[in-house]
């Protein structure tokens, strides 16, 4: 199993659960794109603990060249389990909601730049409808003909009633601000 194998960035190998390195080969000419692939031609074939590990003659792993953003965020998930919850609950209900003013339907336009467009005005309505729940018309049209945010948020009549967590957020990505 993969999980067994343990990567070490500074030497670039993997380690089996016998203790060999699995080192990276050379690129072949059927081998393209953004994946490595890992291997111990000598040390598998007379490892005891092959059957648990392939059932070929030699194990390969492979890996993504930029795994280590992946195993960057699993380390972030794993101090924070709550985390893909409150992700969840933020995030998940806003493009439910779009996709119901949709009809569940795909875009109208055609062309990425249009797209976005598209995209852009939906987001800008969800955005302006939720101020309007939140603060009102009147301080939202006050609000934007001064072309302030604080004004916003000094007229603001009641807090929302589910806040996330900003410590939470900050704590997996410090550099914008909740």
């Known amino acids: 199993m993969r ?7 500074t030497a670039d190998h993997y380690t089996c659960p016998a203790g060999a390195h699995l080192s990276k080969s050379t690129n072949r000419s059927d081998h393209h794109g953004d994946i490595d692939h890992y291997r111990n031609l000598t040390a598998c074939l007379n490892c005891e603990l092959r059957p648990r ?16 953003v992946l195993d960057a965020m699993q380390r972030r998930l794993d101090q924070l389990p709550d985390a893909m ?13 779009l ?7 795909h875009f109208l336009s055609r062309t990425l730049k249009k797209v976005r467009t ?3 005005l939906t987001v800008l309505a969800y955005n302006m409808k939720r101020m309007i729940r ?8 006050g609000a934007i003909r001064t072309g302030t945010r ?8 009641t807090p929302p009633t589910s806040r996330p967590n900003s410590a939470l957020l900050h704590s997996l990505d410090p550099s914008r601000s909740y």
């Open 3 to 9: 999980g067994d194998f343990v990567y070490d960035a």
């Open 53 to 68: 590990c392939t059932p070929e003659k030699v194990k390969r792993v492979k890996r993504w060249k930029h795994e280590a």
């Open 85 to 97: 919850g409150l992700r969840r609950q933020t995030v998940e209900h806003v493009f439910g909601t």
């Open 99 to 105: 996709k119901s003013w949709a009809g569940s339907a």
């Open 118 to 120: 598209e995209m852009s």
């Open 134 to 141: 939140l603060i009102g018309v009147g301080p939202m049209l």
């Open 150 to 157: 604080t004004k916003l948020r000094a007229q603001k009549s």
